[in-house]
């Protein structure tokens, strides 16, 4: 299902219109980008599915396998990601 699918089977299921609808998922994506990214600590729930939240990822290093650069060492360093957990109650379809 892509963008245009999911505005309008919900703006059918609310009677809002695709740009309302359009806005409104917009406006969740930014509060959900600018608190998580003001606030590493908060967690932000999407209800009934599960919440965001910030993991912390370590920095990581290793050797590359393949292609011209094989041998040489890689590092990835240390990031905050947002994440999302899904609730247990939707875990199983």
Known sequence: MNKTDV???I???TELSQKNVDDVLAAYANLVKE???S???EKITLPGLGAFSV???GERNGIVQLGD???S???TPEHDEIRFKISGSVKEI
Do not use: F, I
Request: aromatic share 4%.
């Open 35 to 37: 608190t998580l990214t």
């Open 55 to 57: 993991k912390h990822v």
């Open 7 to 9: 505005l309008k089977n």
């Open 69 to 71: 650069k094989k041998g």
């Open 39 to 41: 606030n590493k600590d």
């Open 11 to 13: 703006a059918e299921t």
């Open 73 to 75: 060492t890689w590092t």
